[in-house]
Structures are given as structure tokens and as C-alpha cells.
T-cell receptor
């Protein structure tokens, strides 16, 4: 069965510093991959998704992610974080040919140091 | 901007009581999902509807949970009787159709069972 691992439970970075959140997946075929963000009191919002094609995916709010099949990874990056980026980030993989069933990782909580 | 609506936002109940959550998806969205998110974990799919039909309820504890979407629009998730382990965030999401369409999440209902 598909699974997603986010090895970092909590990360703290300084405002203006670069960010990389790690995600590893387990899936036999080409996966459908997602990154979602969850801010306190709000629902999950899709940052970006990868289905095929260019392995570097651009998303909203200045985020990008790179699909690396050889490493089974889909890490999320941002060159310069803002205090408003503090939130919980979830990596996810779509299950099945239609990818409608999404399997989420356990999340990484991002804190921003002033 | 259209949003997924959920109510109530918070619910406190005693074990063995019945609780119900309501979700109104974005207008026109045929697919509706209910997820459960336990504190410190990612969301887990409970049930997926395509219009008024259940597509996937393999993770729904059917002895105590039920879900319906009678007219293929809004949906209700019920728990009877509630147990302490049901304390969690219950998220509703919707999409135009199933598959690779983006799922839009509501703010969730936080349930505390005492």
C-alpha cells in the first residue's frame, strides 16, 4: 500500500531564510503527489501537485517541490520564508489510477523565528 | 471565493451520546469527502461520495459511523454512540469530480468526547 513519510515533526527557521521540508513516499508506479498547508483554524489548502512531466513543480505562495524518483522523494522548498508561512505542512500521495483517495503524511510543523 | 462550509466548528459531547456534523460543498462539486484528523497526524479518509452514492467507505467504522448525501449536495456525518477515541478534527472536502481534481477543504469540526 502507498505510504508517505515526513521525517521532521517540527522545524524552526528564521524569517528570510530558505526552507526545505522532506517527504518520502512508497508507491510502485508513478505517483500523484501533493503538498498541503494547514494554518490554525483553517482547512487544508493545496500548495502544489505533481502528476507527470516536469519534475520541478511550482506552487502558490512562492513554494516549489521537486520529484526525484530515484530517491522516492518530493521535497518542498521556499527560498525565503515569511512569518505567515508558520503552519502545518502535509505531503500526500494519491492512491489508485484516479488518485482520488489521498494518503497523507503525519505532517511537519513549521515555526518561524523573528 | 466559494468555500466548503462545515458546522458546528466545535462540539463537546459525552461518550455514548450521538453527534452529527454537517458539510456544504462548493456549488457544483460532485465529489464530497469526509476525513478524520487525529491530533498530530494527517487526515484519513472516512468516506467518499460521488453525487449521492458512496464510492469508498472502507475506513468508516460502520458500527457507529454513518454518512449520507441524500440529494447529492450537502452531507451529514453521524457518530452514535460516541467514544473517547473519536475525539478528533473532522474535515469535509469537495471537488468537481473524482480523480486528479483538486480537493477543497472546509475549516473542520473539532470534536471532544468526554
Amino acid at each position: 500500500a502507498q505510504s508517505v513519510t515526513q521525517p521532521d515533526i517540527h522545524i524552526t527557521v528564521s524569517e528570510g531564510a530558505s526552507l526545505e521540508l522532506r517527504c518520502n513516499y512508497s508507491y510502485g508506479a508513478t505517483p500523484y503527489l501533493f503538498w498541503y498547508v494547514q494554518s490554525p483554524g483553517q482547512g487544508l489548502q493545496l500548495l502544489l501537485k505533481y502528476f507527470s512531466g516536469d519534475t520541478l513543480v511550482q506552487g502558490i505562495k512562492g513554494f516549489e517541490a521537486e520529484f526525484k524518483r530515484s530517491q522516492s522523494s518530493f521535497n518542498l522548498r521556499k527560498p525565503s520564508v515569511h512569518w505567515s508561512d508558520a503552519a502545518e505542512y502535509f505531503c500526500a500521495v494519491g492512491e489508485g489510477s484516479s488518485a482520488s483517495k489521498i494518503i497523507f503524511g503525519s505532517g511537519t510543523r513549521l515555526s518561524i523565528r523573528p | 471565493e466559494a468555500e466548503v462550509a462545515q458546522s458546528p466548528r466545535y462540539k463537546i459531547t459525552e461518550k455514548s451520546q450521538a453527534v452529527a456534523f454537517w458539510c456544504d460543498p462548493i456549488s457544483g462539486h460532485a465529489t464530497l469527502y469526509w476525513y478524520r484528523q487525529i491530533l498530530g497526524q494527517g487526515p484519513e479518509l472516512l468516506v467518499q461520495f460521488q453525487d449521492e452514492s458512496v464510492v469508498d467507505d472502507s475506513q468508516l467504522p460502520k458500527d457507529r459511523f454513518s454518512a449520507e448525501r441524500l440529494k447529492g449536495v450537502d452531507s451529514t456525518l453521524k457518530i452514535q454512540p460516541a467514544e473517547l477515541g473519536d475525539s478528533a478534527m473532522y474535515l469535509c472536502a469537495s471537488s468537481w469530480t473524482s480523480g486528479t481534481e483538486t480537493q477543497y477543504f472546509g475549516p473542520g469540526t473539532r470534536l471532544l468526547v468526554l
